[in-house]
């Protein structure tokens, strides 16, 4: 314990972290993952996909079946969370009932043994930071959403953990919320400085949060990076969808030259790609090509389309209007949607109506190949 | 007034079927209390009173006699027994309903057996297994006692009972609260004294609420294993045998008052940790 290298106390490491409930269902399958020290790290994926049962495996309320967690170097496996020096905030944020906010605070301090004079100067501490200081007595069935997650942090920051995972913590709360609770978060994972694990089922979340996002499915994880690498290069057809935002089509590939595929959509024309880093495709593969919604630009059927662009024909089959941008839907073949988002005072010049022929254009460097 | 589309309305604005169910509430009512309270009435009376009313006179003659006299029977010691069988019997259900409702926070195999194997007594009829108990014991050659096969027989009515509550009131206990508490530092035992216990505790009264007064008065399970001592409803009910006195319904209205002054006590305390809880509040 005494040579632990000062600075990357927080640092966290998964090595082939597997998690088995029944014996042969892997809930966490094989997973490697490197946090950095002060990362605000997101794990990101539909309920069920085993992202809160790898925070529960780091905070040490489950066992993996096989494979180490390191944090700050030293392997945990086995370790109470006093010990791994984590801390946990839980979905519904577990707030002791019948102990008011000073005391659910001054719990952790409590346990160790620390006199009442003692926990409750930490306490009042913690509660002027966090802006609790004049609901100290209260009950939490006394407080708000947003009130509750704040002292849900503070009884959770005042043991001082290299590490704070949290579960859901926004879920509890309504949309407007949400998003100023999103804010507070960020904000106490900067002042704290420790590296934060975040468990959401909400790709908007974890972009404005994290940075590291985690993309996970079936208990494997299927792209991880900085949130825009995530949203703006999605590796594969799963990726792509849950993190949203992409026109998705289907395709065959008819020819590769050097740095293009040509794919032959579904919808009928062709459509140059360049190749991805990585991705190896061959002439008759099934393919999948990525276009990002407001990477589209519509146009009039007989303007001509300049060089280095694709061109899709389609016919408009309905148009939202969203505020700063408008939402235009297409016609498609394919079962998925293709759907354009048009800035919207440029939709406003020159406006379409449901039922015109256009042309969906963009230029071919923008699109990408799935895996 | 198109709101008042269903049935007759009269002047007062109720509906007819206002009325009627008002006075099957009062029939309930009077069903229900109606009874005690001919007792209750008919203990008031003075030394001309008989087991029937009309009402004669108005005093406190029978509550006088009743610990005065020693023909009416044993009141005293079998009160006293009552009362010490009765808390024997209530430490006992709460402690072990509150340890099978620890137990049953979560699943385990066969734990619908453990769960149908404890309540299933409720079912049997309890003289059955009174005289059950009273042959077991003849048999093994254990002379019965009201301070332990009663105790025995008594709690195969108050555990499934204590249980039964306990279980409902667990269905409420969130286990982050023991997860948080875990992640916070505590120790097991902790945990149980800071957390588990002190969110519980209006449940764990209301248990021993239903353990005392279950015990307080049961009849039929205790009638074969209390042995040659009585405690207080064998006692009444040997007395409603030989005394033909109102004496008999002065026991009644105190043994009565006994009841609720226990139970407002649990209820008290009840509230109070409400209050104090709530209280904190305003304190700062």
Redesign the interface.
């Known amino acids: 314990m005494g040579a632990q290298v000062m600075g990357a106390q927080g640092h966290i490491e998964l090595a082939g972290v597997c998690k088995s409930f029944d014996g042969f269902n892997n809930v966490v399958d094989g997973v490697n993952l490197k946090i950095p020290d002060g990362a605000y790290c997101c794990l990101l994926g539909p309920s069920g996909c085993g992202k809160t049962t790898i925070l529960r495996m780091i905070a040490g309320h489950e066992d993996p079946t096989a494979g180490e967690i390191l944090i700050g170097g030293e392997n945990v496996v086995g370790l109470p969370p006093v010990a791994r020096r984590t801390a946990m905030m839980f979905q519904s944020y577990a707030l002791f009932p019948h102990l008011s906010v000073r005391d659910n605070i001054a719990f952790a301090l409590r346990v160790r043994g620390l006199s009442k004079a003692e926990r409750y100067a930490a306490a009042d501490a913690m509660m002027r930071k966090v802006r609790l200081s004049e609901l100290a007595d209260r009950l939490p069935a006394q407080l708000s959403g947003g009130q509750q997650q704040r002292v849900a942090l503070a009884r959770a920051a005042i043991t001082e953990p290299r590490v704070l995972l949290l579960d859901e913590p926004l879920s509890a709360l309504d949309e407007h919320l949400r998003v100023q609770m999103r804010q507070e978060l960020r904000q106490m994972q900067r002042e704290l400085g420790i590296t934060f694990v975040h468990v959401t089922h909400t790709q908007l979340e974890a972009i404005a949060l994290a940075d590291l996002v985690v993309v996970m499915e079936k208990g494997k994880i299927r792209q991880h990076g900085p949130a825009r690498d995530v949203y703006a290069s999605p590796q594969d057809r799963y990726v792509a969808e849950f993190l949203g935002g992409q026109n998705i089509l289907d395709g065959r590939v008819q020819t590769v030259n050097g740095h293009h595929a040509i794919v032959a959509a579904t919808t009928g024309r062709d459509i140059k790609v360049p190749l991805t880093p990585g991705v190896r495709v061959d002439a008759g593969d099934p393919i999948a090509v990525a276009v990002r919604r407001d990477d589209i630009e519509l146009m009039r059927p007989d303007a001509v389309a300049p060089e280095g662009v694709v061109s899709l024909a389609s016919r408009i089959r309905a148009i939202e209007y969203q505020g700063y941008f408008v939402k235009v839907m297409l016609e498609a073949d394919s079962e998925e949607e293709f759907v354009v988002y048009v800035s919207e005072r440029k939709f406003y010049r020159n406006p379409f109506e449901v039922g015109d022929a256009v042309l969906a254009t963009w230029p071919v460097d923008v699109a990408r190949l799935l895996a | 007034m198109s709101l008042r589309r269903t049935g007759v309305v009269n002047a007062s604005g109720r509906p007819w079927t206002f009325y009627l169910l008002l006075a099957l509430f009062v029939l309930y009512v009077l069903a229900l209390y109606g009874p005690m309270i001919c007792i209750y009435i008919l203990s008031f009376q003075d030394v001309r009173g008989g087991l029937v009313f009309p009402m004669k006179g108005l005093s406190w003659h029978w509550f006088v006699d009743l610990f005065t006299q020693v023909r009416t029977g044993d009141v005293k010691g079998s009160f006293d027994r009552s009362v010490k069988l009765a808390v024997i019997v209530t430490v006992i259900t709460v402690v072990v309903s509150f340890l099978s409702g620890l137990a049953f926070r979560r699943r385990f195999r066969g734990d619908g057996i453990v769960f149908y194997l404890m309540i299933g007594s409720l079912v049997a009829p309890g003289l059955v297994l009174s005289i059950g108990t009273g042959l077991l014991l003849t048999f093994i050659g254990v002379e019965a006692r009201w301070y332990a096969s009663a105790v025995g027989a008594q709690l195969s009515w108050t555990l499934p009972f204590g249980v039964l509550v306990m279980f409902a009131v667990m269905s409420r206990f969130?286990r982050?609260?023991e997860?948080?508490?875990?992640?916070?530092?505590?120790?097991r035992w902790?945990t149980i004294r800071?957390?588990v216990v002190?969110?519980l505790?209006p449940g764990i009264v209301a248990v021993g609420l239903f353990g005392f007064t279950l015990s307080y008065d049961e009849f039929a399970r205790t009638l074969q294993t209390a042995g040659s001592l009585n405690t207080l409803p064998l006692e009444i009910w040997s007395m409603t045998l030989n005394v033909t006195s109102p004496s008999l319904y002065a026991l009644g209205t105190v043994t009565t008052i006994v009841s609720f002054l226990i139970i407002g006590a649990c209820l008290g305390t009840i509230a109070l940790i409400q209050k104090r809880?709530?209280s904190?509040?305003?304190?700062?």
């Open positions: 969130d982050a609260w997860e948080a508490a875990y992640d916070l530092g505590a120790t902790q800071l957390v002190p969110i505790m809880r709530a904190r509040v305003p304190a700062h």
